[in-house]
């Protein structure tokens, strides 16, 4: 089966300047997570939906970033405006529809490396 | 609230030695904990988790872990390492809500 695809790979912005990352999880699987990913510390979880809705979003600053998920299949996040501590890899991940995150196998994708200059 | 701690960012081990990768938690529930492996520009894998039951866990590619509630640990080993399992490898924790913690990451080198 396709695994989870992210776009694009690699995003080079200058401070203040807007940006966007495209997921587009397994086929079937009702919850989507988007994580940000610092150098040199663990995936944080920003967001996480359950088909369109939100599940949980206490940790998106919600005055820079919002995400989407209109149709229930493919997200989107953006960071508007972008400041130099978002340099960070931003992943997506997916799981089948159990919305607790601990009863489930979340597939990760390869993810957006995001450099602010 | 729940964390978990990695020892060590960086583990280096001869090519067929012991591979021990290290992680403690904190959890004011009973904590369901994980070990992802992630490769060089790619995603997070699972390896293992734990959620209840069998104290011992056996993962993907040969690993295994033991939860250790008196010790708040959860180690990761293999018996014989590989030059395949360079990678990062991250501990992670959850507990009965939505969110999910993950450590900071141990860097295996394998040397050949």
């Known amino acids: 089966e396709a695994g989870v695809a992210q776009s694009p790979r690699y995003k080079i912005i200058e401070k203040r300047q807007s940006v966007a990352f495209w997921c587009n999880p397994i086929?079937?699987?009702?919850?989507l997570y988007w994580y940000q990913q610092i150098l040199g510390q663990g995936p944080k979880l920003l967001i996480q939906?359950?088909?369109?809705?939100?599940?949980?979003d206490s940790q998106l600053p919600k005055d820079r970033f919002s995400a989407e998920r209109l149709k229930g299949v493919d997200s989107t996040l953006k960071i508007q405006p972008a400041k130099l501590e978002d340099s960070a890899v931003y992943l997506c991940?997916?799981?089948?529809?159990?919305?607790?995150?601990?009863?489930?196998?979340?597939?990760f994708g390869a993810g957006t490396r995001l450099s602010v200059l | 609230a729940q964390s978990v701690t990695q020892l060590g960012s960086h583990v280096s081990v001869s090519e067929g030695a012991l591979v021990l990768l290290r992680c403690n938690y904190s959890?004011?529930?009973?904590?369901?904990l994980f070990w992802y492996v992630q490769y060089p520009n790619q995603g997070l894998q699972l390896l293992l988790k734990?959620?209840?039951?069998?104290?011992l866990v056996k993962g993907i590619n040969g690993f295994e872990a033991e939860f250790k509630k008196s010790e708040t640990s959860f180690h990761l080993t293999k018996p014989s390492a590989h030059m395949s399992d360079a990678a990062e490898y991250f501990c992670?924790?959850?507990?009965?809500?939505?969110?999910?913690?993950f450590g900071t990451g141990t860097s295996l080198t394998v040397i050949p």
């Open positions: 991940a997916s799981s089948f529809r159990v919305p607790n995150i601990a009863k489930n196998i979340q597939y």
């Open positions: 086929s079937g699987h009702a919850t």
């Open positions: 939906f359950q088909n369109n809705g939100v599940v949980d």
């Open positions: 959890s004011s529930v009973p904590p369901y």
């Open positions: 734990y959620t209840t039951g069998a104290t």
């Open positions: 992670a924790v959850s507990g009965t809500g939505n969110q999910f913690y």
